[in-house]
């Protein structure tokens, strides 16, 4: 390949348009400081330029060898002028780093390069396998655009026309347009000045071709090298830096670390940055403090002296220069190193005097008695400047706390335990302070300091206080009204004046207890009751106050516990109060127990018995004792008809001396199912209703129908009843005049009188259990009567069952059944008399006529006149011993 540069110069001489060195400005023809150019023959007669320095300006030109041909030589070597003036076809070594590729520059055109050239004389073509050195072109430039740079030819532009491009970023990619070619010179030239922060080098592609668009060569690799210019000042990574280091610091201390940056090219001279400190601020008490490394940056320490106290900041102007820090050609920045000295704790608290006095009120508790104040160089509201204060002496009670206020460092002196004028009336105590943080190495003052206290105690009225507080006074309850229990005083503290003590009561719950005002005596007002609800624990308290007559009063308050002792006072109670049993009774029967408020031993085991009065109890109901807390009650027959029964029951505690009582036991006797629950109407309407989930409402309505049933129930049963008692007189005859016809045994009836025949019917068949119950008479089974010994009436199977034919079957079922029904027109047994009635026998009852010791109408001792009070089925016997019935006959 050949190549000119117009004109080249000789050894010793070189162009400005072809130095390296091209900027904007022409570099000086000499320098002082730039080596001189040497030239030296190697073998076959080529020129060696001696190797140039950068960024030395270039050599001098030698005078008389600009116009003379020549060949300039690029390779990985040193570069070579070759004063022949004939060109020389190019020339490669391979397999040595040391070859040689030779461009040679034609007195024709100086400016060509020919990446392409054929060998002379030959026909065949060089294969293309060196690469063009990178073209240096330096940034900024200043000179008239487009700047040739260098011409691309083919020597077979010679037998044809060629055109010629360049591709590649710079060209036709972007940034495009920096680099540009003529087409049919192949002068390479830019268009712009370039930056080398911007794009530090572009790789660009030659290609030739002919005017039909083939490839005649190929594409050659061209690097375009933006030389770097300084052009840049350095930056700071900040404005102001911020560093701190403690007092009393060593020489050699690391501060802190500023950093600036270059954007010129670091491996040159304009991006290698120095740094020095410029200023410091304040100057005390050394000029010189701090240094900085000029390459890194650091910031140490150089002398001794750093105190808080005296100088708590310092400013330091830091400054960064390129060129490694020339101050002539390097471009400079500033940036502001602030330094604050940090505190240690090296200043240890003082006491502002030597004693300090304060006053307290006796019995006080967390009362200021007295300000202790300090003073401390180290920094405000830090560890080393924040006190700590301590009784040292003179308080072996600790009666006295001093905790130290935090704004204003205050050690203030407090009273935690009261204290009492008439045992201590002053304290001379030795408080103690230092500081949070521990003392600095080398502090130079003691580590505590301390004071002399003195606490002068105030006299104050005292209240009285009792003793002991709570007073336990242990008695049996059932105390009467007026019994005295205990003497409860108070003491006055106040010894050396004489004050009177009164009393009075301040919480008493049930109004139990009194007090004497002067002496202090407690006595009863009430019976005391450990049961009462006012007892926790067997225990009653009432409070009491004791107040003297100083100025002003003082009162105090004491607490009489009384501890009550059980007595047997209370008869057991049985429990459940009302059970419920079946028509025809399943074992085992219904558990019954019993409560007692006592405790043991009087209270359980309990004893369980029947009431022995009326003796119908016993004869249809026995009860068996299980243990000491259960029995069990049964039915002693067979069967027992439905209705509300009251069974005395009679229940006694274990204590020394037995309580008893005697309860009635409602017992509901009702039709069972086979589950032997209760079918009553009351409960089947009530379960209905609570199955279907009715409200009130619709429970109010079922039991209007049900009303409504049950008169018409009334009617069919008055109906058959008339129908049956005449057919049983037409059928039958009566062997007993139904006047009379009386039974052993005395009956108690509601009605008034006797009423007419055929409307004496029971009509508690047609009410609710509770509502049948008789209102008068004593405790006892209701309706004692005897059943009567016939066969009981059968009715025919039914074929389906139903509500209603439920309810009147139950209902027939039941009259017939009932003992207290009037009597059947038929012939009545009766083989039982009965036991224990209260008419006793008819036997022993004498005539009036008889003569005998009667009173009946004849004036005896015996009065008959009670029979009258029997009833209307005993007026004929009335009349007959009360002498009534003889008139009448």
Not at 449 to 469: Q, Y
Not at 635 to 655: F, K, N, Q, T
Not at 739 to 767: A, T
Request: hydrophobic letters at 35%; charged letters at 25%.
């Amino acid at each position: 390949m050949t190549a000119g540069r117009s004109p080249l110069p000789q050894c010793g001489s070189w162009p400005a348009a072809a130095s390296p060195w091209r900027s904007s400005s022409p570099a000086p023809r000499t320098s002082p400081s730039a080596p001189t150019a040497r030239c030296s023959r190697r073998g076959g007669g080529a020129w060696r330029r001696a190797p140039w320095r950068w960024p030395s300006p270039p050599p001098p030109r030698a005078p008389g060898r600009s116009s003379e041909p020549g060949c300039f030589s690029w390779g990985p070597g040193p570069r070579r002028w070759d004063p022949s003036p004939q060109p020389r076809p190019f020339q490669r070594c391979r397999g040595n780093r040391n070859h040689m590729t030779r461009v040679c520059v034609s007195t024709q055109d100086p400016d060509v390069l020919f990446p392409w050239r054929r060998r002379a004389g030959s026909g065949g073509r060089v294969k293309r396998d060196w690469v063009i050195p990178p073209i240096n072109v330096p940034e900024n430039s200043r000179g008239q655009f487009p700047e040739d740079l260098v011409r691309i030819r083919s020597d077979r532009d010679r037998s044809r026309t060629l055109r010629y491009s360049v591709t590649g970023p710079g060209a036709d990619q972007p940034p495009a347009g920096v680099f540009v070619i003529g087409p049919v010179s192949g002068q390479l030239a830019v268009t712009r000045p370039l930056d080398r922060e911007h794009i530090a080098s572009f790789h660009l592609r030659a290609h030739a071709v002919d005017l039909n668009g083939n490839q005649v060569e190929n594409p050659v690799d061209i690097v375009v090298n933006v030389v770097d210019q300084n052009d840049n000042r350095p930056e700071f990574a900040h404005a102001v830096f911020n560093g701190s280091v403690p007092e009393g610091a060593r020489p050699g201390t690391l501060v802190m670390t500023v950093t600036a940056a270059d954007r010129d090219d670091p491996k040159t001279a304009n991006g290698m940055l120095r740094y020095r400190i410029i200023t410091q601020n304040p100057q005390s008490p050394s000029a010189a403090m701090f240094t900085i490394n000029n390459r890194t940056g650091d910031i140490i320490t150089v002398a001794a002296g750093l105190d808080r106290e005296s100088v708590a900041q310092y400013t330091l102007v830091v400054q960064a220069t390129d060129m490694e820090g020339s101050p002539a050609y390097g471009l400079s920045a500033t940036a502001t190193a602030v330094v604050r000295v940090a505190d240690v704790n090296d200043n240890p608290p003082e006491f502002t005097a030597d004693a300090f006095f304060g006053e307290v009120v006796e019995n006080r508790v967390n009362a200021v008695v007295a300000n202790l104040t300090v003073t401390d160089g180290d920094q405000p509201h830090t560890a080393a400047w924040a006190a700590v204060y301590r009784v040292a002496a003179g308080d072996p009670s600790g009666r006295f706390a001093v905790p130290t206020d935090p704004a204003t460092n205050r050690g203030l002196l407090t009273v935690v335990k009261p204290v009492d004028f008439e045992l201590t009336r002053s304290f001379l105590l030795t408080v103690e302070a230092e500081n949070e943080a521990p003392p600095a190495p080398g502090a130079r003052a003691p580590r505590r300091a301390a004071c002399a206290v003195t606490v002068r105690v105030l006299d104050a009225n005292e209240g009285p206080e009792f003793d002991p507080d709570p007073k336990v006074v242990r008695l049996e309850e059932g105390l009467p009204a007026g019994a005295p229990l205990a003497t409860f005083t108070a003491r006055d503290p106040d010894r050396f004046a004489r004050q009177s003590v009164r009393y009075s009561k301040v919480s008493d719950p049930a109004g139990w207890l009194d007090i004497d005002p002067v002496s202090g005596r407690v006595s009863t007002a009430a019976v005391l009751d450990r049961e009462s609800p006012y007892v926790r624990d067997d225990r009653y308290n009432a409070t009491f106050r004791a107040t003297d007559d100083g100025t002003p009063p003082a009162s105090g308050t004491g607490t009489l516990q009384l501890h009550l002792l059980d007595i047997n006072d209370h008869a057991p109670r049985l429990f459940p109060p009302e059970v419920e049993v079946c028509e025809r009774p399943r074992p085992p029967g219904v558990n019954l127990t019993a409560s007692d408020p006592d405790r043991a031993p009087n209270a359980g085991p309990f004893a369980f018995q029947l009431a022995s009065r009326p003796p119908a109890v016993r004869r249809n109901w026995t009860l068996h004792q299980v243990n000491g807390e259960l029995a069990q009650l049964r039915l002693r027959i067979g069967r027992l008809a439905s209705g509300l029964y009251e069974v005395p029951v009679s229940v006694s505690d274990s204590g020394s001396l037995p309580m008893s009582r005697t309860s009635l036991l409602r017992v509901k006797v009702c039709a069972c199912d086979r589950r032997g629950d209760c079918v009553g109407r009351d409960r089947a309407a009530a379960a209905a209703a609570a199955a279907a989930g009715m409200g009130a409402g619709a429970v109010v309505g079922v039991l209007a129908c049900v009303v409504v049933l049950l008169g018409e129930l009334l009617v069919l049963l008055l109906a058959l009843w008339a129908k049956r008692r005449d057919g049983g007189r037409r059928a039958k005859q009566l062997l007993v005049d139904p006047e009379d016809d009386v039974r052993d045994n005395i009956l108690k009836y509601d009605e008034e009188g006797g009423g007419e025949e055929d409307q004496d019917y029971d009509l508690s068949q047609l009410q609710q259990p509770d509502a049948a119950e008789p209102g008068g008479g004593g405790g006892g089974v209701r309706r004692l009567d005897e059943r009567p010994l016939r066969r009981e009436h059968r009715y025919p199977p039914r074929c389906a069952a139903g509500d209603i034919g439920d309810f009147i079957y139950e209902g027939l079922r039941a009259a017939d059944g009932d003992p207290a029904a009037p009597p059947y027109d038929s012939l009545l047994v009766f083989d039982y008399e009965g036991g224990g009635s209260t008419a006793g026998t008819l036997s022993s009852l004498h005539s009036a006529s008889s003569g005998g010791g009667g009173d009946g109408g004849g004036g005896g001792d015996q009065d008959y006149d009670y029979l009258a009070d029997w009833g209307p089925r005993f007026r004929k016997l009335a009349d007959l011993y009360g002498g009534g019935g003889g008139e009448e006959d």
